[in-house]
């Protein structure tokens, strides 16, 4: 009976342990999602404000 319990209780307490580490490597990853995210946004609004300023260069050129 002792060495049951004795298992039980490392088996919770690995298994606290297995959680915790995916709840901090879950985390760690939607924070990096999140800034990817907002990477990828930023590149995004960039790329079309420089097509935007080469139409209207296309456009006064053409006049």
Same mark, same amino acid.
């Given at each position: *009976?002792? @060495? +049951? #319990? +004795?298992? %039980?209780?490392?088996? *919770?307490?690995?298994?606290?342990? #297995?959680?915790? !580490? !995916?709840? /901090? %490597?879950? /985390? %760690?990853?939607? =924070? !990096?999602?999140?800034? +990817? *995210? =907002? /990477? &990828?946004?930023?590149?995004?609004?960039? @790329?079309?404000?420089? %097509?935007? @300023? &080469?139409?209207? =260069?296309?456009?006064? /050129?053409?006049?």
């Amino acid at each position: *009976m002792e @060495k +049951f #319990i +004795f298992g %039980l209780a490392v088996g *919770m307490a690995g298994g606290a342990l #297995i959680v915790a !580490n !995916n709840c /901090k %490597l879950l /985390k %760690l990853v939607r =924070k !990096n999602q999140e800034e +990817f *995210m =907002k /990477k &990828a946004e930023q590149y995004v609004d960039e @790329k079309l404000d420089a %097509l935007e @300023k &080469a139409g209207e =260069k296309a456009l006064s /050129k053409s006049e």
